[in-house]
T-cell receptor
Framework: AQKITQTQPGMFVQEKEAVTLDCTYD???????LFWYKQPSSGEMIFLIY??????QNATEGRYSLNFQKARKSANLVISASQLGDSAMYFC??????????????FGKGTRLHILP | GAGVSQTPSNKVTEKGKYVELRCDPI?????LYWYRQSLGQGPEFLIY????????DSGLPNDRFFAVRPEGSVSTLKIQRTERGDSAVYLC???????????????FGQGTRLTVV
């Protein structure tokens, strides 16, 4: 069963608009962390933002924020005021099992975001 | 070094040959991950090291794949009797051991593009 689901294979958004990239996850572990990574066409994986399962507030990092809805097991990435440089693949990822056991980070299939001028 | 280093950046090999892919993690990072990424897909987990030991090798596709990290730093992914289906980008990432909140993002190398002809 897929643990990370990203239902939007591709999205087109006008420059300067906000965009929401969807991510749902599946875990029975009470301790887990959720990550978003950006992968431009150059191929590098760039860490964007992190949300811990026990964090009381939604994470924010500059123009990136994470809409964390724990009961729905949803961790959507919101990019405000999109820029042409935001065009890339975006991956949602999850780490389970800490701190009692150190576990792997698993990734979703990604969403390709195109920002239109 | 400043970041995760992977060598070679590109490798072309003939079907049936043996290959080794090297990963040099960020100094002091105890956790090391190997992933395989096919075009347009998310990184597929292969193996995870905590220190010298493989904490989780459940993602290795078959016994042709093996990885080591003998001194808890550099890791080598070894593929025997390569097949055309092994062609992909192999990504390595490293992180510090997660703190109780789980916040320890993984830093990725640029990957090794393996082509089996």
């Amino acid at each position: 069963a897929q643990k990370i689901t990203q239902t939007q294979p591709g999205m087109f958004v006008q420059e300067k608009e906000a965009v929401t990239l969807d991510c749902t996850y599946d875990t029975s572990d009470p301790s887990y962390g959720l990550f978003w990574y950006k992968q431009p066409s150059s191929g590098e994986m760039i860490f964007l933002i992190y949300q811990g399962s026990y964090d009381q507030q939604n994470a924010t990092e500059g123009r990136y924020s994470l809409n964390f809805q724990k009961a729905r097991k949803s961790a959507n990435l919101v990019i405000s005021a999109s820029q042409l440089g935001d065009s890339a693949m975006y991956f949602c990822a999850m780490r389970e099992g800490f701190p009692n056991r150190d576990d792997k980070i698993i990734f979703g299939k990604g969403t390709r975001l195109h920002i239109l001028p | 070094g400043a970041g995760v280093s992977q060598t070679p950046s590109n490798k072309v090999t003939e079907k049936g040959k043996y290959v080794e892919l090297r990963c040099d993690p960020i100094s002091g990072h105890t956790a090391l991950y190997w992933y395989r990424q096919s075009l347009g897909q998310g990184p597929e987990f292969l193996i995870y090291f905590q220190g010298t030991g493989a904490a989780d090798d459940s993602g290795l596709p078959n016994d042709r794949f093996f990885a080591v990290r003998p001194e808890g730093s550099v890791s080598t992914l070894k593929i025997q009797r390569t097949e055309r289906g092994d062609s992909a980008v192999y990504l390595c990432a490293s992180s510090l051991t997660p703190v109780p909140t789980g916040r320890r993002e993984a830093f990725f190398g640029q990957g090794t593009r393996l082509t089996v002809v």
